[in-house]
């Protein structure tokens, strides 16, 4: 089946700890997104890349890194800079051309 | 992108049409009208999008009104299983796939 993982499906961590979400699709997808989403809120844009070896800041990227070395993959670290990184996280993947963006089914990540 | 509005909730009659507005008056030329649902505690899942024209495909219909200022996504035979938050999101296509999603309508479907 083609689609898009993502691991665990709730994470705890102490403050202070960077942690590393995983996310993974069989999709072909060149495009890859990382959301965030508080509780009773929209997703916010975290990172995004386009293809391998590039990704670009979206809109609330401070105290995250990622990295794209392979198409299928698209790891997430929450750093100790990350102020409130209690959160839902969702990844994403669409095609080049294509409008729709595909969703994982996310990780509630708990930081205490 | 345009901005959308939509209410903060709407409730429906299991079996009966669901008929969910979302108002995007600033909406340009070359913005397609998406619409997403989340079920709770799961990413969100595509439901359909359109740029002028109604569309239907096996989830739902968007009629998208001829100024298109405005959109109407249905649900034609509402089940349970179709309570969820939907997002209506306007946006460009493109190299920078972007999405904005706001706060949604909450559908309550009641048996």
């Known amino acids: 089946d083609g689609g898009i993982t993502q691991s665990p499906k709730y994470l705890f961590r102490k403050e202070g700890q960077n942690v590393t979400l995983s996310c993974e699709q069989n999709?072909?997808?060149?495009?890859m997104y990382w959301y965030r989403q508080d509780p009773g809120q929209g997703l916010r844009l975290i990172y995004y890349s386009q293809i391998v070896n590039d990704f670009q800041k979206g809109d609330i990227a401070e105290g995250y890194s990622v990295s794209r070395e392979k198409k299928e993959s698209f790891p997430l670290t929450v750093t100790s800079a990350q102020k409130n990184p209690t959160a839902f996280y969702l990844c994403?993947?669409?095609?080049?051309?294509?409008?729709?963006?595909?969703f994982g089914p996310g990780t509630r990540l708990t930081v205490t | 992108d345009a901005k959308t509005t939509q209410p903060p909730s709407m409730d429906c009659a299991e079996g009966r049409a669901a008929n969910l507005p979302c108002n995007h008056s600033t909406i340009s030329g070359n913005e397609y009208v998406y619409w997403y649902r989340q079920i709770h505690s799961q990413g969100p899942q595509y439901i359909i999008h359109?740029?002028?024209n109604n569309e239907t495909n096996e989830m739902a219909s968007l009629i998208i009104t001829e100024d298109r200022k405005s959109s109407t996504l249905i649900l034609p035979h509402a089940t349970l299983r179709d309570t969820a938050v939907y997002y209506c999101i306007v946006r460009v296509t493109g190299a920078n796939s972007k999405l904005t999603f706001g706060k949604g309508i909450t559908l309550s479907v009641r048996p």
């Open positions: 994403a993947s669409s095609s080049g051309q294509g409008l729709e963006q595909y």
């Open positions: 359109g740029l002028k």
């Open positions: 999709l072909n997808h060149d495009a």
